[in-house]
């Protein structure tokens, strides 16, 4: 079996065939579940298992490296897919206990009833020696559950960050040294699971710093043997600086709200901005997600269905919601024909989100040329906020 370095057996699972995540996240180049052995010369250690669908796979790895004996397995992420192996390994090792968070433990007795006797909780920073490695722990709460942590080895400079810095990416590449392979790969799964804990990455991207890392191995997809690449990466994305861009949401019944977006489109290119225009009737949500990583502006258009938005446009406002993107302005347009309460319902979701509602422009049937002189209007506002912001010249 390949070593990532002298020791460090890659062990987990492919699954080219999975489409989707959580029963909401599209994986359109499946995935990988990642588990390391690491042989020290006193203990071994098994880092994180596999999706349950792929246990078969994860103890076939075991059985090739004639694994006999496991003292430790680090459980650095409580969630299924990285977890539900658990039972299967403790069943098969009957000495080995696993390591994880105080909150781990409490996750993996709920979640898979694993005993308290065979779970040992480590505080942040301790470490565990496997005779000639040592494994230092960092806990690193919510990338993107509570109890989340990193497993450090540090004779080999290798950072397990389970979540963390992973990609949706079914590869057999275990490792890449170059980020434009997996990149689209990792800004989305940035943009679905991490974004909404882009303040508290910050945070932990500074606890690591001092650290040095010659190999970060996520959970899912590659890991990086140029490390500054993917770390690099992240600081831009979880930085609180915005780009000048507008991406529309929108959905259309009659063409009406789909000629209000045609319309903004071209007004916002005229004046320099740039613009991504989602048919929600046929968008990736995934896309749509990793579009938002970094635009200043969110514009959603949709017409007024009976009395109020288009479902389409509902769900799609209150994913922007959940996912917190550092969007600082959203507008609300679209058409309708008799009455309605879309505004109303569009602002209702977005209460607490922090970016400023711009005045919307809701007109009645097919845009009139004053409609569309408003949404000039819309789109002078919107480049005099990217102006305030510093991202558009004068
Ligand atoms: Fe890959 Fe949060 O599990």
Known sequence: MREIRPGVFPVGAIDRDRRLFDELIPLPEGTTYNAFVIRGSGATALIDTVDPSKEGVLLANLDEL????????????????HSGSIPAVLARYPAAKVVTTPKGKEFLRLLLHVPDERIVAVQDRETLSLGDRTLEFIHAPWVHWPETMFTYLREERILFTCDLFGSHFATNDVSIGDLGRVYWGAKRYYAEIMMPFRTLIQGHLEKIRPLAIDIIAPSHGPAYTKPELILAAYRDWISDEVKNEVVIPYVSMHHSTA???????????????????????????????????????????????????????ISATYLVKLLKPKTRAVGIIGSYGWGGKTVKELTGILQGFPAEVLEPVLVKGLPTAEDLRALDALADKIAEKHRSYGILGT
């Open 66 to 81: 004639k694994l006999e004996r496991l003292d430790y397995l680090v459980s650095n992420h409580s969630e299924q897919d």
């Open 259 to 313: 000629a209000m977006v045609a319309h903004l489109e071209k007004a916002l290119l005229g004046r320099g901005i740039r613009v991504i225009p989602f048919n929600l009737t046929v968008t990736d949500l995934g896309e749509l997600a990793m579009a938002i990583v970094d635009a200043a502006t969110v514009v959603v258009g949709t017409p007024t269905v009976l009395t109020g938005p288009h479902p389409a446009a």
